[in-house]
């Protein structure tokens, strides 16, 4: 087999057998297929589209291209969540300790955020001295022990997406639906959940920007599941503006806290973490009802056992505690700005790519995946899409660590959230499911 016989193949759009698929995909993980052939075959796929067979075939070509888990040990239904992506997105923080305090086991190995995205393992490694590089051993026997681990992807997991992710990235390939589908779905399979749901997010702060397209990933993702024989369910949820309130390691992680500590409930962001937990206990064989479910999701907030298990996690992977028990304890950024809302109407609109850009600016994310982030800087708004304000009130807070930032960010959010004199709906969070 030639690789070159194989661009040549899909240039005059054929679709490509599983062989050819498994050869280009060995070939480019071990270097004997050269940056610039993959590039012209996956511009090829890009153009000329994929077959639900060959993005099959590439998904578990991708999957098995390194390491792979094997949760096998923990006799139990292992159910993974995985978002593809947003702005002030902290469900996973939420969401993972209330279902492991219901006895769903929670094996989560979660990513770094990169472009106007957050990751969860950024967020984690806010909490002073926790630890996300647990060995395989460690991770497996804190989820034996105490239901709940949350490391970042140490493993060798799917090398060959890694590399091709990258590559897109440089050849204008990202924004392939059935490229993100494998993509997402090699890292899945590779990670041994024998159920898999995905968050697919939908709107100016996802890589899906519309209702359409989103369903079309979502249906390539569930034949993915079928034909890898992965139970796998989607949740199509808005991310027009940020979800919740604060955007930023620290900030999202506060806001995480005080969620599980009941305190503070942003709507949008109950009604994702309810919805989607729900799913997870179904998929997982301990609930079938998702009223109740989402009860007594609430129940475990009330009686404090999800925030006990967030608590316990912590500890566990080396975590200071006492910054759970006391938000006021993480770093604050050296300075902090109300901003004023110039006129009175309603809340059109929040931008959450806007956002998150802004953030970034900030020092909040990076465009690089050697970047440092800042921890402390961010924003947090203190409205939402459909909200009425009036004239002077604060509509968002500002968290910099330098002056001149804090100065452009505070003219710039002012043209981020858009006022109107029409009446506005609040955002829908739950677009559509997916099975
Ligand atoms: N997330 C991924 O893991 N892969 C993509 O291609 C896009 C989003």
């Known amino acids: 087999m030639r690789i070159l016989d194989i661009i040549e193949n899909k240039k005059n759009k054929k679709e490509l057998s599983k062989e050819e698929i498994q050869f280009f995909i060995k070939g480019y993980t071990s270097g004997e297929i050269t940056d610039y052939q993959a590039a012209a075959l996956i511009?090829?796929?890009?153009?000329?589209?994929?077959?639900?067979?060959?993005?099959?075939?590439?998904?578990?070509?991708?999957?098995?291209?390194?390491?792979?888990?094997?949760?096998?040990?923990?006799?139990?239904?292992?159910?993974?969540?995985?978002?593809t992506g947003g702005v002030g997105d902290k469900v996973s923080l939420i969401l993972l300790p209330i279902i492991s305090s219901l006895g769903v086991p929670v094996a989560k190995m979660s990513?770094?955020?990169?472009?106007?995205?957050?990751?969860?393992?950024?967020?984690?490694?806010?909490?002073?001295?926790?630890?996300?590089?647990?060995?395989?051993?460690?991770?497996?026997?804190?989820?034996?022990?105490?239901?709940?681990?949350?490391?970042?992807?140490?493993?060798?997991?799917?090398?060959?997406?890694?590399?091709?992710?990258?590559?897109?990235?440089?050849?204008?390939?990202?924004?392939?639906?059935?490229?993100?589908?494998?993509?997402?779905?090699?890292?899945?399979?590779?990670?041994?959940?024998?159920?898999?749901?995905?968050?697919?997010?939908?709107?100016?702060?996802?890589?899906?920007?519309?209702?359409?397209?989103?369903?079309?990933?979502?249906?390539?993702?569930?034949?993915?599941?079928?034909?890898?024989?992965?139970?796998?369910?989607?949740?199509?949820?808005?991310?027009?503006?940020?979800?919740?309130?604060?955007?930023?390691?620290?900030?999202?992680?506060?806001?995480?806290?005080?969620?599980?500590?009941?305190?503070?409930?942003?709507?949008?962001?109950?009604?994702?973490?309810?919805?989607?937990?729900?799913?997870?206990?179904?998929?997982?064989?301990?609930?079938?009802?998702?009223?109740?479910?989402?009860?007594?999701?609430?129940?475990?907030?009330?009686?404090?056992?999800?925030?006990?298990?967030?608590?316990?996690?912590?500890?566990?992977q080396g975590g200071d505690t006492s910054y759970i028990e006391n938000v006021e304890n993480f770093e604050k950024a050296k300075f902090m700005k109300p901003i004023y809302s110039e006129k009175s109407g309603n809340i059109a609109k929040i931008n959450a790519e806007e956002i998150g850009k802004l953030a970034n600016f900030l020092g909040a994310g990076r465009e690089k995946m050697e970047d440092k982030i800042d921890d402390a800087v961010g924003i947090v708004l203190s409205t939402k899409v459909g909200r009425k304000v009036q004239k002077d009130d604060v509509i968002a807070y500002i968290y910099a660590n330098d002056m001149n930032k804090l100065e452009l960010a505070s003219e710039k959010i002012k043209d981020i959230i858009k006022i109107t004199e029409d009446p506005v709906r609040k955002n829908k969070m739950i677009l559509d499911v997916i099975m």
């Open 111 to 316: 990513g770094r955020g990169l472009g106007f995205t957050g990751g969860t393992v950024d967020k984690l490694q806010s909490i002073p001295g926790y630890n996300t590089n647990l060995t395989t051993e460690e991770f497996i026997k804190q989820v034996k022990e105490i239901g709940i681990s949350m490391i970042s992807q140490t493993l060798n997991l799917a090398p060959a997406d890694k590399k091709i992710y990258a590559l897109r990235d440089s050849i204008a390939c990202v924004d392939s639906i059935s490229l993100i589908a494998s993509s997402i779905m090699s890292k899945k399979i590779a990670s041994g959940a024998q159920k898999i749901l995905i968050d697919v997010t939908v709107g100016s702060g996802a890589f899906m920007k519309n209702i359409k397209d989103a369903k079309k990933l979502a249906s390539e993702i569930i034949e993915i599941g079928k034909l890898a024989n992965r139970e796998t369910l989607c949740v199509l949820t808005n991310m027009d503006e940020p979800l919740g309130y604060a955007v930023g390691n620290n900030l999202e992680v506060i806001e995480a806290i005080n969620f599980l500590k009941g305190e503070v409930m942003p709507e949008d962001l109950k009604k994702v973490v309810l919805e989607l937990g729900a799913y997870m206990i179904k998929l997982a064989g301990k609930g079938e009802n998702l009223e109740n479910s989402k009860q007594a999701m609430l129940e475990s907030i009330n009686n404090k056992k999800a925030y006990n298990k967030f608590l316990e996690l912590v500890k566990h």
């Open 43 to 83: 511009m090829a796929m890009y153009l000329n589209g994929m077959s639900n067979k060959e993005t099959a075939d590439l998904t578990i070509a991708m999957a098995y291209s390194g390491d792979t888990l094997d949760l096998s040990s923990l006799n139990e239904i292992i159910v993974d969540k995985h978002s």
